[in-house]
């Protein structure tokens, strides 16, 4: 069992920046980013692999940038150039396993997820 702490949401105007933290009790072979809204499902934004390989949704790239210490099993989302649609319930998520990587935004191939954390941008 992996048990995942999410810190680091808040409130921010569009175009600030915010950092998210995620820290994992264990270790996972795949550590990646989700946000949803309300009555939506459960989007893939970032991903990262043990070997530091990773995937940005197209949403996000060029502004989001997901990282990885390994020594702390911790995993950062950098996200700048922050927009209102950018607002959602951020979510850590882990797989044991390495996945194909036109999987690693499927979110039902995760085993462990945070509690997700608020991340509010205001126009």
């Known amino acids: 069992q992996v048990q995942l702490m999410e810190s680091g949401g808040g409130s921010v105007q569009a175009g600030g920046s915010l950092n998210l933290s995620c820290t994992a009790s264990?270790?996972?072979?795949?550590m990646a980013w989700f946000r949803q809204d309300p009555d939506k499902a459960r989007e893939g934004v970032a991903a990262?692999?043990?070997?530091?390989?990773?995937r940005l949704a197209n949403s996000v790239r060029g502004r989001f940038t997901i990282s990885k210490d390994n020594a702390k099993n911790t995993m950062y989302l950098q996200m700048k150039s922050l927009k209102a649609e950018d607002t959602s319930v951020y979510y850590c998520?882990?797989?044991?396993?390495?996945?194909?990587?036109?999987?690693?935004?499927?979110?039902?191939?995760?085993?462990?997820w945070g509690q997700g954390t608020l991340v509010t941008v205001s126009s």
């Open positions: 990262i692999d043990s070997d530091g390989y990773t």
């Open positions: 998520a882990a797989a044991r396993n390495p996945l194909p990587t036109g999987l690693a935004f499927v979110a039902s191939r995760y085993n462990f």
């Open positions: 264990g270790t996972a072979y795949l």
